[in-house]
Nanobody, 124 residues
Framework: QVQLVESGGGLVQAGGSLRLSCAASGRTFSNYDMAWVRQSPGKEREFVATINRSGGRTYYVDSVKGRFTISRDNAKNTVYLQMNSLKPEDAAVYYC?????????????????WGQGTQVTVSS
């Protein structure tokens, strides 16, 4: 089992920034690719970004490229999502997830473990 706890969400004005964190415990953090997924009311969960075990490979959904950065610190068992130039359409509950597949996996339903989510609200 991997336990994931997100933090860092909140209310921000459009154009502002937030940094989300996800702290992992349980099984070896560095054995998993990590991802951020978001969900808005009435919508399915949407893949946002993923990072591989070493942190050397990242992948983003097109809508956040150039604005969001995913990173990880394996010594701290933590993955981050730096979100800049936020837009109202970025508002959602953001979840981190652990993925045991050894590939770029943008399918949230295949992820192994999930956090409880953190709310991001962007005012226009």
């Amino acid at each position: 089992q991997v336990q994931l706890v997100e933090s860092g969400g909140g209310l921000v004005q459009a154009g502002g920034s937030l940094r989300l964190s996800c702290a992992a415990s349980g099984r070896t953090f560095s054995n998993y690719d990590m991802a951020w997924v978001r969900q808005s009311p009435g919508k399915e969960r949407e893949f946002v970004a993923t990072i591989n075990r070493s942190g050397g490979r990242t992948y983003y959904v097109d809508s956040v490229k150039g604005r969001f950065t995913i990173s990880r610190d394996n010594a701290k068992n933590t993955v981050y999502l730096q979100m800049n130039s936020l837009k109202p359409e970025d508002a959602a509950v953001y979840y981190c997830a652990a993925d045991s597949s050894r590939m770029v996996n943008t399918r949230p339903r295949e992820y192994d473990y999930w956090g409880q989510g953190t709310q991001v609200t962007v005012s226009s």
